[in-house]
């Protein structure tokens, strides 16, 4: 994976030989972000935001069951692994998409960036919603409380980018065609790729290659500058 500034798992300081697996809860403080791959996910985990990864722990079962995201910001992707994630206002079905949330105690900020998800509001189960996106077509708001019972509104698109979400998709893409150690600029991926993989080590390895990033139903030109 890739860490700047504060970044802890489990309570304890991550560096870049930490391994992240169903179960572990993530937290970056004011100056930090990571992104890593667990299971069939690869995740951006933006400055003061805390997830818990919902899931075994036990060494024969690597999928995670859910994402619980406390507090702050979080970009992912997911491959062909149907999982749940809950907020303290919302609840996402999500079905191997792209997406993007906030929350915080108030409201949740979801966009879905491409693919299905299943949104609905934890205090109000009349407000539900099926989201099908091509190009983050439907962002929203879901409410802790609002008067006039709907809980789920409409939202402009903020907070990310295309070239961030190709760049975690190379990752989560590749994360998997190996278990074998990566090298790349003197990192290296873990031997458990499928749980904990370096970002630059299989980011580099798509770009140096020319290979074609391909997101599902959405076709995006863009320079990426590393």
Not at 145 to 156: C, D, S, T, V, W
Not at 198 to 215: E, K, M, P, Q, Y
Request: charged content about 20%.
């Amino acid at each position: 994976f890739k860490l700047g500034g504060a970044v802890s798992v489990n309570g304890a300081a991550a560096n870049l030989k930490t391994q992240i697996r169903p179960g572990d809860t993530v937290e970056t403080g004011s100056d930090g972000e990571i992104s890593f791959v667990v299971s069939e996910q690869a995740i951006l985990l933006r400055a003061n935001s805390r997830l818990q990864i919902q899931g075994d722990k036990a060494v024969s079962t690597i999928r995670a069951t859910g994402m619980r995201l406390v507090l702050g910001k979080i970009l992912s992707v997911s491959r062909n692994q149907p999982m749940q994630v809950t907020t303290g206002t919302a609840t996402m079905g999500i079905r191997g998409t792209g997406w993007y949330a906030e929350a915080d105690p108030e409201q949740t900020y979801f966009c879905t960036c491409y693919g299905e998800t299943e949104v609905s509001a934890n205090n109000d189960p009349n407000s539900r919603e099926t989201i099908n996106a091509k190009h983050h077509d439907r962002p929203v708001y879901i409410l802790a409380k609002a008067g006039g019972g709907n809980l789920i509104r409409n939202a402009p698109f903020i907070n990310h980018t295309d070239q961030e979400l190709m760049l975690i998709e190379a990752l989560v893409d590749n994360s998997f065609e190996s278990t074998a150690s990566v090298k790349n600029g003197g990192l290296v991926a873990s031997p458990n790729a499928d749980a904990s993989t370096t970002l630059d080590a299989v980011a580099g390895i798509a770009f140096s290659s020319n290979i074609n990033l391909r997101r599902q139903n959405v076709t995006v030109l863009a320079d990426i500058v590393r």
